[in-house]
């Protein structure tokens, strides 16, 4: 009997031993695929979280009106007038080159190699009080949805490349995250009229942006003296689900208003794309130069160096570094940019040589009947659930196993403790006749 005895507990240790060497060339056989399938599901996770779809359902939205922002032109004949006034008739023909350079700079100045043999005025912000228009000179008759209102009030004074310009609907200008001026079935397509009195250039863009060099998909129209400009845009909103924003910003490729870069500049009040170039330029500045230009080192606003002739030399000297390193500012869209485009312009001709104002007229062509949507297409839930899944298929692992074996543990802590306080012991011991066999 005992033989049989024997046998049968030879025959259980055969069993289990078959059996845990199956479990172990399964798990290693399988680990690589469970690595990879891991590894997909976390790069899908990351990489489609956020669905943007076009919806075209009509409801009562509130769809923002553009910004439309004006920048002054160089005039050279106002130039030499106010330089006449300002410097004398008899004054140097250099230092009028030099004043348009820094009234109207665009990133270099060539007439500042000058200042080294000849005398240049040092008060940047001096000059760009005399030889550039205030508002109230510049913008006048304002209409918006036929109500008059006082221009100055409403195109605010806002910092950009291209100096001082004034701004209508702007968040940045008005510092308000809020959209002023909305458009919806009560009011209407939204229209606004001006007039100009000096050549300038419209910008028309989201109001969260500013604008900026090099800009690509920025409206952007120049409007002579005298000329009328007329532009109907249409708009498509992007609408975002209250949960993109737990998402984090590699997920959903964009940013808030609110969500600014790390060590920024501190220029503008919200984030935005343009805002975000226009900062690391002026950050490449004081890189290269320890300076900025005097357009964005505006004094009691914030206290950036601001540059001297010699200073405006070197970002003449890098100009074309700095062209080229800006297109490499680590910088995302904002994810409350709308979509603008232009149904109809007027010809960029000279229409009436006798007047001596511009008509700008800017306006919506309908109420939009569709806009994108962005929404969270797999949330950490969704994650964990395909995770749960793999284990779940590859181990027989539930939650309802994983608080049983937590039970079990504590039931019979006690053997437990004993057999790991053994193994310790034991390798212990044994690493220490290893040290003294050496």
């Known amino acids: 009997m005992n033989w049989i005895l024997y046998l049968s507990l030879a025959l259980k240790g055969i069993t289990h031993l078959r059996n845990r060497s199956l479990y172990l060339a399964t798990f290693y056989n399988t680990l690589p695929f469970i690595g990879s399938v891991s590894r997909s599901l976390i790069e899908s996770y990351f990489s489609s979280s956020v669905s943007f779809?076009?919806?075209?359902?009509?409801?009562?939205?509130?769809?923002?009106?553009?910004?439309?922002?004006?920048?002054?032109?160089?005039?050279?004949?106002?130039?030499?007038?106010?330089?006449?006034?300002?410097?004398?008739?008899?004054?140097?023909?250099?230092?009028?080159?030099?004043?348009?350079e820094i009234a109207f700079f665009r990133g270099i100045c060539i007439s500042c190699e000058n200042c080294h043999q000849l005398y240049c005025p040092d008060n940047f912000t001096l000059l760009l009080d005399v030889f550039r228009t205030k508002c109230h000179e510049l913008i006048v008759e304002c209409r918006y949805l036929n109500q008059i209102f006082e221009c100055c009030d409403q195109f605010l004074p806002i910092f950009?490349?291209?100096?001082?310009?004034?701004?209508?609907?702007?968040?940045?200008?008005?510092?308000?995250?809020?959209?002023?001026?909305?458009?919806?079935?009560?009011?209407?397509?939204?229209?606004?009229?001006?007039?100009?009195?000096?050549?300038?250039?419209?910008?028309?863009?989201a109001p969260i942006d500013v604008p900026f060099h090099f800009s690509e998909g920025m409206i952007r129209e120049t409007v002579l003296l005298g000329n009328n400009k007329e532009l109907i845009l249409n708009v498509i909103e992007v609408y975002n689900h209250e949960n993109v924003e737990e998402l984090s910003h590699e997920q959903r490729r964009c940013r808030y208003s609110h969500e600014h870069v790390e060590q920024r500049i501190g220029i503008y009040e919200f984030y935005s794309y343009s805002g975000c170039i226009v900062e690391c330029t002026v950050a490449l500045h004081l890189l290269y130069c320890n300076c900025t230009s005097h357009f964005m080192a505006v004094p009691s606003k914030n206290s950036l160096p601001m540059c001297d002739?010699?200073?405006?030399?070197?970002?003449?000297?890098?100009?074309?570094?700095?062209?080229?390193?800006?297109?490499?500012?680590?910088?995302?869209?904002?994810?409350?940019?709308?979509?603008?485009?232009?149904?109809?312009?007027?010809?960029?001709?000279?229409?009436?040589?006798?007047?001596?104002?511009?008509?700008?007229?800017?306006?919506?062509?309908?109420?939009?009947?569709?806009?994108?949507?962005?929404?969270?297409?797999?949330?950490?839930?969704?994650?964990?659930?395909?995770?749960?899944?793999?284990?779940?298929?590859?181990?027989?692992?539930?939650?309802?196993?994983?608080?049983?074996?937590?039970?079990?543990?504590?039931?019979?802590?006690?053997?437990?403790?004993?057999?790991?306080?053994?193994?310790?012991?034991?390798?212990?011991?044994?690493?220490?006749?290893?040290?003294?066999?050496?």
Request: glycine share 4%.
């Open 309 to 438: 002739f010699r200073g405006l030399i070197c970002l003449t000297h890098i100009h074309e570094r700095l062209v080229a390193e800006r297109k490499s500012c680590d910088c995302m869209s904002s994810c409350e940019e709308p979509e603008y485009n232009i149904i109809y312009n007027t010809a960029d001709e000279y229409q009436d040589a006798e007047k001596d104002v511009s008509d700008i007229h800017v306006a919506l062509v309908e109420l939009p009947t569709q806009r994108y949507v962005r929404r969270v297409a797999k949330t950490p839930l969704d994650l964990l659930i395909s995770f749960g899944g793999l284990i779940s298929l590859f181990f027989n692992v539930s939650a309802v196993r994983v608080v049983e074996a937590i039970f079990m543990c504590l039931e019979y802590r006690k053997e437990v403790y004993k057999w790991a306080n053994r193994i310790y012991i034991g390798t212990f011991k044994y690493l220490q006749i290893l040290i003294r066999l050496k």
């Open 160 to 205: 950009t490349e291209y100096g001082v310009c004034f701004s209508f609907n702007s968040h940045q200008a008005r510092k308000v995250a809020q959209v002023q001026y909305k458009n919806n079935r009560m009011t209407g397509a939204g229209h606004l009229k001006f007039l100009a009195t000096a050549d300038i250039q419209v910008h028309v863009h």
């Open 53 to 100: 779809n076009l919806d075209t359902i009509y409801l009562n939205w509130n769809t923002s009106f553009p910004a439309i922002t004006v920048c002054e032109l160089y005039n050279s004949e106002k130039i030499w007038d106010l330089s006449d006034t300002y410097f004398g008739m008899e004054h140097d023909m250099h230092i009028d080159d030099f004043v348009s």
